[in-house]
């Protein structure tokens, strides 16, 4: 039943204009994220497909800002998603969703207030339920879910009261993908590891013949790979932030 979902939306996207190719790696990431996301139907997750359809081309009949209201997307790491949201949901920034690259999809109207935002994990539908329940009567309400991570948004009024009050709107940011300094640090490590691998190797020092070598590199690589993914989920469940 979920791969008939997945093909029809396919078939709908195609039919709206989107790229054969971007139609392909769109449906990818989503039954990706599908798979993920621990839900049993794909109709239950992401609703009707003609109508996830409108959505993810911005056909007419999808949800469009009002007149007069500023768009803006962007993404950050784990580590400074919630720094950032908050500084911008306090310039008025309202997170609608978040797309399937994994970009906030914000609007921000001429009579902008501001926003909170909080980041929670659930896994599985009945946890999520469970989830929204507990944060409901405090006024969240949930605006986007990647993988087993769910956002949540409210009114800042809800917690300040008239202090809320946004007086003036600071310009739209110009960046658009912003990554912490734990982030960057992981990718130098990364970027290092993989030039000394080279240089080692046009230097003669490893030698790519020996057995031993490949035996190395197949037991290294998903090792660091198990190790990184559980190295994030440890950061995500303990909530560490950093810029």
Known sequence: MNTEYFAELGRLLAARGMPEQEVSATVADLTGYFAESGTADAREEFGAPDVFADRLTQRPGAQRPEAGAETWKWTADIYTDRLLLNQYGAEGWEVEGIDFVGRFVCRRPDAAMRWEYRRETAHGTKEREALFADLEPDGWEPCGRWLH??????????SAGPAAELTA???????????????????AVFVISI???????????IDLNRPGTYLGMLAAIPLGGLLGWYGVKRDIAKGIESR
């Not at 991570?149 to 809800?158: D, G, L, S, V």
């Not at 310009?171 to 734990?182: C, G, I, L, M, Q």
Request: charged share 10%.
């Open 149 to 158: 991570m769910t956002y949540f948004k409210r009114p800042a009024a809800a």
């Open 195 to 205: 030039t000394l691998l080279v240089l080692g190797y046009g230097f003669g020092l």
């Open 169 to 187: 709107t600071p310009a739209t940011p110009a960046r658009h993908v912003f990554f912490s300094a734990k982030s960057r640090g992981l990718l």
